[in-house]
């Protein structure tokens, strides 16, 4: 009994993270893919980590209000940057995007060249800590996401080229630091991808993925003791093909 309760303190808080982003990110997974900048939440989740590792540079307290100022500071930034070369020169736009990223992970590894514990940092900001999120933290980021939610149901489109990549931008650099670049990316892309063709009930398919993603990764990386974040990724491209199966074969 004792080790099912702590199983499920563990496991429990991790699942409502990954639901989490996985409800604020699939809706903007369908506008990247439409865009097509599959890229761009690499560039700014990449650039909000390097502004974590610098205030942790500073020395500032990890969770303070300082280090999410850093982080938001720089993926807006980074979110205003990527508006204006969209104006700009649109053609080579996921070719900036790439150079973005590249710039904001040489960065971050140059930052931390000193620092002892760098390679660690760089593995956080990458795969994440999501077995260790505090429950305390989720209630905050649940208002959070259901703000940003709000805004993008509510104005949509009118939000403009600024407006999106500014909510863009915010969503992301919360959910980087709650489940890492790896599973932000995934959750952004793959049940949008997932989905591409569904003419029917898209967003609920793609919720769907991002559930089966985080639930089975997390059962089968406790059952098989490998990294959850890994896990969670293959898992969810597995549910990826699955559902995408599924609904052709419907179709047909």
Request: glycine fraction near 10%; proline fraction near 4%; aromatic fraction near 10%.
């Amino acid at each position: 009994m004792n080790d099912t309760a702590e199983i499920l303190g563990i496991l429990g808080p991790a699942l409502i993270a990954g639901l989490l982003v996985t409800a604020t990110l699939v809706p903007f997974g369908f506008e990247v893919l439409k865009r097509g900048i599959v890229f761009i939440d690499l560039a700014v989740a990449q650039i909000a980590g390097v502004g974590v590792i610098l205030a942790d540079f500073l020395g500032w307290e990890p969770q303070g209000v300082a280090v999410q100022v850093s982080a938001l500071a720089a993926a807006l930034s980074t979110a205003f940057l990527l508006t204006w070369t969209e104006k700009r020169w649109p053609e080579v736009q996921e070719a900036i995007i790439g150079v973005v990223f590249v710039l904001g992970a040489s960065g971050a590894v140059l930052i931390l060249a000193s620092n002892p514990h760098g390679g660690e940092h760089l593995k956080d900001l990458l795969v994440g800590q999501i077995l260790w999120v505090s429950p305390a933290r989720l209630p905050l980021q649940a208002l959070i996401y259901a703000a940003i939610l709000a805004l993008w149901f509510g104005l949509g489109a009118r939000l403009g080229r600024i407006g999106f990549y500014a909510l863009f931008a915010c969503a992301v650099t919360f959910s980087v630091q709650l489940v890492g670049l790896y599973l932000v990316f995934a959750s952004l892309v793959v049940p949008a991808l997932a989905t591409y063709y569904a003419t029917r009930r898209r967003l609920l398919k793609a919720y769907a993925v991002g559930l089966l993603g985080y639930a089975l990764g997390l059962l089968g990386s406790l059952w098989l003791d490998l990294p959850s974040g890994a896990m969670i990724v293959w898992t969810m491209v597995l549910a990826a093909v699955l559902v995408s199966g599924l609904g052709r074969r419907s179709v047909q």
